[in-house]
T-cell receptor
């Protein structure tokens, strides 16, 4: 079974600054995807960024980028130029891509509550 | 595109009654729908995976007779909490993957808050 660990229950950052959220995972599989989801107070889950394990290049989406270290099984999220609207819970998630039971299921970490301070 | 709705958004019921929650993919057909449960200040826990026309696959520890899942069409899955009790109070979230598309992307509904008195 896969596990996803987010070691920072809460973090805060000043508006316009940069913050990095950490995530580590454990798997014996080689073919998988990693995700960061955002859950604002509305509780709607929003996909922030996705990384395919076979890609060496780190994914980026505007102000959001990841540092994917496959050997270390680490997948951190960097938010640049933090905005008040970034205040939310952030969940790291793992998805296996093998065929069979459990494939394409998401395993979530416990989340990091990010507060952006004006 | 790829919008998932849930109905109702909030429901309060008495202990012992049953509650049905609907999950609809509004602008796409969903091969697979997932049901999650989220307790306050906790992460999402997968309850079951449902494929259209097939029986749902439940995660370990989830009672299939208590949480009935029906996925009768490519756009609708329902979760029925039978004989609900206060410990079933939680936030229930569904997600759906695109039929014929990239199955690695799950589109989430806005969730349903269930309160059992």
């Amino acid at each position: 079974a896969q596990t996803v660990t987010q070691s920072q229950p809460e973090m805060s950052v000043q508006e316009a600054e940069t913050v990095t959220l950490s995530c580590t995972y454990d798997t014996s599989e080689n073919n998988y995807y990693l995700f960061w989801y955002k859950q604002p107070p509305s509780r709607q889950m929003i996909l922030v960024i996705r990384q395919e394990a076979y890609k060496q290049q780190n994914a980026t989406e505007n102000r959001f980028s990841v540092n994917f270290q496959k050997a270390a099984k680490s997948f951190s999220l960097k938010i640049s130029d933090s905005q008040l609207g970034d205040t939310a819970m952030y969940f790291c998630a793992f998805m296996n891509l093998y065929s069979g039971a459990g494939s394409y299921q998401l395993t979530f970490g416990k989340g990091t509550k990010l507060s952006v301070i004006p | 595109g790829a919008v998932v709705s849930q109905h109702p958004s909030r429901v309060i019921c008495k202990s012992g009654t049953s509650v049905k929650i609907e999950c609809r993919s509004l602008d796409f057909q969903a091969t697979t729908m997932f049901w999650y449960r989220q307790f306050p200040k906790q992460s999402l826990m997968l309850m079951a995976t449902s494929n259209e026309g097939s029986k749902a696959t439940y995660e370990q520890g989830v009672e299939k007779d208590k949480f009935l899942i029906n996925h009768a069409s490519l756009t609708l899955s329902t979760l029925t909490v039978t004989s609900a009790h206060p410990e079933d109070s939680s936030f229930y979230i569904c997600s759906a993957t695109l039929a014929g598309g990239v199955t690695d992307t799950q589109y989430f509904g806005p969730g349903t808050r269930l309160t059992v008195l």
